[in-house]
């Protein structure tokens, strides 16, 4: 074919654009993975719990959706709550970095796996920033923010308050020196008169960037009960509440500010003990099914019982589970499951319902009579007591277990656990220790079958049951009030999976 001289001109002005726009897509999507290998990230800190830290991981979060960026959220310390919250601003599962139930190098692993794709992590502190379970502050949002070589946001209650302000600051800068405390938001804040004093002070004297003050709000869109800020699961209006913290966000913080300093965080790599190279981004362990015969393990997963771990699932799944979801509330009959999972949340709130459904509280029962294995926590250690008695009314529950739970005015247990498994049961080997925590304010009440009853864990640390006692069984069943991380106690996830399976193997 004859090509014209202008024609050849042309196609060599359209493979020359080409050759620009391809160099140019390169170079921005390797100015993108550098971003991403750097994993951008903050830590957003307090003085002291309540000093308003969920409120701002939410603005923040929820602000920088809204401008496009993709963010994934962090919780630190044993919370499910919280974590629900930062989930449903942020579109994506929120995973746990606490050092009690997970080790340095998991807690690595998990947050650079888990990171993916995003541009950003936002991590949310618990209590105060240097607060632990010692003087010395072991396992604190500080040791996580140097763990994780991260940039902490502070912020400030400034109630009541104004140079005094600068002098806490100070204090949290100089109390340790490798926590790189970038930023400050004032929180609670009077005025703009009051305002400009505590800037000016913070200013002369710590020479930390403010980068925002939150003035005192009318009204509680983030309301609470006795275990903290009502599940996102019961709110009756999520999105409301999340546009709201975006406002707040937008209004009062520096967002520009904050995006910076997350970027100019510490690069990670060279801090895997493995082989000194960060693991790929793509994905945190990897779902590999085994390839013995898929087991069935059911959830039950409500407004009712909202306490998992994503990890938790993830590491049935690689194991190679199929999670069925199913809810206590609405289902009349159990799926073709071979194992029940029943996690923790607020049986208390949900009891006339969970009452009501007898049809499923009856399938639950005579699931177990045949052998079921369950596995429950907290919430549904409740649930498969006899009753639970609110005030002068008592709701029937699945009456596997000779139990009754009240709800007291007070914590009953509050705390880290470490559980020592000292009996047979379904589960875990003798000499097993699991580390979890519990948080709960039921009491339990004897029946006088206690004598037929076994526990299996004896707790070294935290409440348990009944006088250091834990891990309550009967048949495949075992209950217990302390809550397990998988990647902490990777033998939850393996006692729960093998036991499904000799369980589905019995019945085929």
């Known amino acids: ?27 921005t999507e390797f100015v993108d993975f550098l971003m991403r290998s750097n994993y951008p990230r903050i830590i957003i800190a307090g003085v002291r719990g309540g000093a308003g830290k969920t409120t701002v991981s939410l603005g923040v979060i929820s602000a920088l959706k809204k401008q496009g960026r993709s963010i994934v959220p962090y919780k630190k310390g044993p919370d499910y709550i919280d974590a629900g919250w930062l989930s449903s601003a942020s579109g994506s599962p929120c995973y746990n970095l606490d050092a009690f139930l997970i080790t340095k190098e998991k807690i690595l692993s998990s947050f650079i796996g888990h990171f993916g794709n995003a541009e950003c992590a936002v991590i949310e502190g618990n209590r105060g920033l240097y607060d632990g379970m010692d003087a010395e502050g072991t396992y604190s949002t500080a040791e996580l923010a140097k763990t994780l070589r991260a940039p902490v946001i502070l912020v400030l209650d400034c109630t009541k308050a104004t140079r005094t302000v600068a002098a806490m600051l100070l204090g949290m800068i100089m109390f340790d020196p490798k926590v790189k405390i970038c930023g400050v938001v004032l929180n609670q804040v009077a005025g703009l008169r009051h305002e400009k004093v505590v800037r000016e002070a913070i200013r002369k004297y710590c020479k930390i960037p403010v980068v925002g003050a939150i003035p005192k709000l009318r009204g509680d869109q983030l309301s609470e009960r006795h275990m903290g800020l009502t599940p996102f699961q019961e709110h009756p209006d999520v999105k409301k509440v999340i546009a709201y913290t975006a406002h707040i966000a937008e209004k009062y913080l520096d967002l520009t500010m904050l995006w910076h300093m997350a970027k100019a965080a510490s690069s990670l790599r060279g801090m895997q003990k493995n082989d000194g190279k ?32 994503p990890e938790n699932f993830e590491e049935l799944e690689k194991r190679g589970a199929k999670l069925i979801e199913i809810s206590a509330l609405t289902a009349k009959n159990l799926p073709d499951i071979d194992a029940l999972y029943i996690g923790g949340g607020f049986p208390e709130t949900h009891a006339i319902a969970l009452a009501k459904n007898r049809a499923f509280r009856t399938a639950v029962k005579e699931a177990v009579d045949e052998g079921l294995p369950v596995y429950a926590e907290c919430g549904g250690l409740m649930y498969l007591g006899e009753a639970l008695v609110l005030g002068n009314s008592t709701y029937a529950m ?14 009953q247990a509050h705390g880290y656990t470490i559980a020592r498994i000292e009996r047979a049961n379904p589960f875990y080997k003798r000499g097993t220790v699991l580390k979890g925590h519990e948080f709960h304010y ?20 935290g409440e348990g049951i009944t006088a250091q006692q834990d891990g309550i069984c009967f048949k495949n069943v075992l209950a217990t009030y302390t809550h397990l991380h998988a990647l902490g106690s990777p033998e939850w996830a393996e006692g729960m999976v093998q036991v499904a399976r000799k369980y589905g193997k019995s019945r085929r």
């Not at 087991?295 to 998992?308: E, K, L, N, P, T």
């Not at 039921?442 to 640390?461: H, P, T």
């Open 1 to 27: 074919m004859y090509v014209t001289k202008s024609q050849k001109r042309l196609l060599l002005q359209v493979v020359r654009s080409v050759i620009k726009q391809v160099k140019y897509i390169a170079v």
């Open 278 to 309: 960060c693991p790929k981004t793509k994905k945190f362990l990897p779902i590999t099914p085994s390839r013995l015969t898929a087991v069935r393990v059911g959830i039950i997963r409500d407004s009712a019982f909202q306490f998992y771990y």
């Open 398 to 411: 699945a009456g596997i277990f000779p139990l009754r739970f009240s709800l007291e005015k007070k914590p």
């Open 442 to 461: 039921s009491a339990v009440s004897l029946s006088k079958k206690r004598s037929k009853m076994q526990f299996a864990f004896k707790m070294e640390r």
